[in-house]
């Protein structure tokens, strides 16, 4: 009953004004969307991919699509066993889309974000460090103008020790979106928020492994002050 209960209670106004309805969107949004879900489902990750290069080939414009066709390419790469193989294919397939797009969209957050949490991933702290880097310094610049496509394609960080805590960032970040969807000006701060929280805190982690343990400690101190 109190499914029930929550769902006599949504505000239907709120519902109705969700910017995306499927019937309304461009043949490369729903590729995006239906691509981005097969990413994630496990062994359907292939079919993800060819969907989101599908949408990538309709609008090559569009930042995002470069990042999500990354990010299929670096999940399928982490289901690969061998260390130094998974570095070898992430370096040759993965790494190669979110330079492109950082070339031609230096200040595109996502991609910064996705590209440092997967180098740290794929066995690269330093330059994942680099790259963490560079999204916290956007995210102290002007977070109120930061523009998150609902939902965005975010690297799965499938390594044992971190899988519990992501799935917490990730079950953060949808519950967001789905909260305050119909008002952008509030998701995008929140989204802003809740971004600081896992760069700062997966930075405290990555220095925390180099060694560098006063850097590891104010990173630290800033995911604590982020939330």
């Not at 061998?82 to 889309?97: K, Y």
């Not at 102290?140 to 960080?157: L, R, V």
């Amino acid at each position: 009953m109190q499914l029930v209960e929550q769902l006599e209670a949504l505000d239907q106004t709120d519902f109705r004004k969700r910017p995306r309805l499927w019937t309304n969107l461009k043949d490369a949004e729903r590729a995006y969307l239906y691509g981005r879900w097969l990413a994630c489902a496990g062994p359907k990750v292939h079919l993800g991919h060819d969907e989101l290069v599908r949408a990538l080939r309709a609008d090559a414009g569009e930042p995002e699509l470069w990042n999500a066709v990354a990010v299929a390419e670096a999940i399928a790469t982490a289901k690969i066993t061998d260390s130094s193989e998974r570095t070898r294919v992430f370096l040759a397939l993965s790494e190669p889309h979110w330079l492109r797009l950082l070339g031609r969209c230096p200040t595109y957050l996502l991609g910064w974000v996705n590209l440092g949490l997967a180098r740290l991933e794929f066995g690269l702290p330093e330059s994942g460090v680099d790259a963490l880097r560079k999204a916290l310094d956007l995210l102290s610049a002007q977070p109120e103008t930061i523009d998150f496509k609902e939902g965005c394609c975010f690297f799965i960080d499938s390594s044992l020790e971190n899988k519990t805590d992501f799935n917490v960032f990730r079950v953060e970040w949808e519950r967001l979106v789905w909260t305050h969807a119909p008002h952008p000006a509030r998701l995008a701060f929140e989204l802003a928020v809740l971004l600081r929280w896992q760069c700062a805190r997966r930075l405290g982690d990555a220095f925390l492994g180099l060694g560098q343990l006063e850097q590891a400690r104010d990173m630290y101190a800033r995911a604590i002050a982020a939330r």
